[in-house]
């Protein structure tokens, strides 16, 4: 099994927008008020896609620390960051209009040859197959971690993460 890759420096923090500034929070302090016990960020693209009552299939690069039967906040991503292995800079999150989902089930390390068509079928309607899964990954790792190539990347597999989305955040 490969070394898992470091995503960031700072795991117990994110950066917030928050009336109209940004601010730094604790994770605990963040998921403390809505009783789930970390943050998934979410691009535009996809994290319009979310709806209550849906189960929806979350596929990152090569593992998550996501746990089954644990809930999670569903946050956007208004602005990208990256980790080049020495420096980093947090995306910034908004908590407008967030989600509450419940992990239903966790597999790291897969690699595309063994991922399954039925791996897909609750993915969001952009990632329907390896191809398509292969280019957001690229999509999202090259900008995020520069320093890592592309065909790096691609050999790390990812972590498949189910989830119910129970709904927003009151």
Same mark, same amino acid.
């Given at each position: ?8 420096? /700072? ?5 917030? +927008?928050?009336?109209?500034? &940004?601010?730094? =929070? ?5 998921? $403390?008020? $809505?009783?789930?016990? /970390? ?6 693209? %996809?994290? $319009? *896609?979310?709806?209550?009552? +849906? ?9 998550? !620390? ?6 999670? *906040? ?6 990208? !960051? ?14 407008? /209009? =967030?989600?509450? =989902?419940?992990? &239903?089930? #966790?597999?790291?390390? #897969?690699?595309?040859?063994? &991922?399954? =068509? !039925? /791996? ?10 390896? !191809?398509?899964? +292969?280019?957001?990954? *690229? ?8 320093? &890592?190539?592309?065909? %790096?990347?691609? $050999? ?6 189910? *989830? ?7």
């Amino acid at each position: 099994m490969k070394k898992s890759v470091k995503r960031s420096k /700072d795991n117990t923090h994110l950066f917030i +927008k928050c009336k109209g500034k &940004i601010i730094k =929070a604790s994770i605990r302090k963040v998921c $403390s008020p $809505s009783h789930t016990e /970390d943050v998934m960020r979410f691009r535009k693209k %996809e994290f $319009s *896609l979310l709806k209550k009552n +849906k189960i929806i299939t979350h596929f990152n690069l090569q593992s998550t !620390g996501y746990k089954k039967g644990k809930k999670y *906040l569903l946050v956007l991503i208004v602005k990208p !960051g990256f980790f080049d292995g020495k420096n980093e800079q947090q995306p910034v999150l908004s908590l407008d /209009d =967030a989600f509450i =989902a419940t992990c &239903i089930s #966790v597999q790291n390390h #897969v690699p595309y040859g063994k &991922i399954e =068509a !039925g /791996d897909f079928r609750n993915s969001f309607l952009h990632i329907k197959n390896i !191809g398509q899964l +292969k280019k957001i990954i *690229l999509q999202r790792y090259s900008q995020s971690m520069p320093h &890592i190539k592309p065909k %790096e990347i691609l $050999s790390l597999g990812v972590g498949i993460t189910r *989830l119910r989305v129970e709904g927003k955040v009151q």
